[in-house]
């Protein structure tokens, strides 16, 4: 990965912080187009997403507008592995909780296009979509409010002992990669299990979580 680093700095005048580092980590550690791709302007998280698009495979270019952030680049990366008109999707101005709701009507054979709800606030959006799947609204009888919690950034050291960098390295990509998706998962399985959330304000992606870097001697 310094090398890399090092070609990005002195062929771009690129510098990175420690989430995109891991990303970078991340996307050599998959077979992505690293140098092609890896610039200060998006964040660790969407980067992840767009190495995790190119090493499938799968064509990246709606993901590359940093405007989109993490959260938003993961709802497309997941609309291509579905198979889905992303371009659909891959608007900006749209929020978050939109884009999902739009994706998983899409994941469903709707054609998003034909209803002009479809293009109207988060609650016609669910409605139509409950209504197009015969689903009923789920009536919860109790209602608790989940919080994310933004830990102080702490940093602690351990010495390991090593033979083959590849192979460290990769280890600590995985387990960072790990992290990235904690809320979304979260906000899915609600789903999934019928769980209701309320209001507009909805749960966002920490992206200052806790990740691991390797500090050369």
Partial sequence: MESTLNILKKEKGYTFNSQQYVAINYGLCAGANVLETAAPEYSGGQLTEIFRVQAQGLD?????????????????????????????????????????????AMAKGIDITLYPEFKGSITKIIKKYNELCNREKP???????????????????????????????????????????????????????????????????????????????
């Fill in 60 to 104: 990246d270019t709606l993901l590359r507008n940093p405007e989109l952030g993490a959260a938003k680049a993961r709802e497309l990366r997941l609309g291509l592995e579905a198979g889905l008109d992303i371009s659909l999707i891959a608007d900006v101005s749209l929020p978050l909780t939109n884009i999902q709701w739009l994706r998983r």
């Fill in 139 to 217: 009536k919860g009888k109790k209602q608790c409010t989940l919080r994310v919690i933004r830990v102080k950034e702490e940093v602690n050291e351990m010495v390991v002992q090593y033979d083959d960098l590849e192979k460290l390295e990769a280890v600590i990509g995985k387990i960072n990669g790990s992290h990235l998706d904690k809320v979304q998962r979260l906000k899915e399985k609600l789903y999934e299990g019928n769980i209701q959330t309320l209001g507009k304000s909805v749960l966002v992606p920490v992206e200052q979580q806790t990740y691991f870097e390797i500090v050369k001697e």
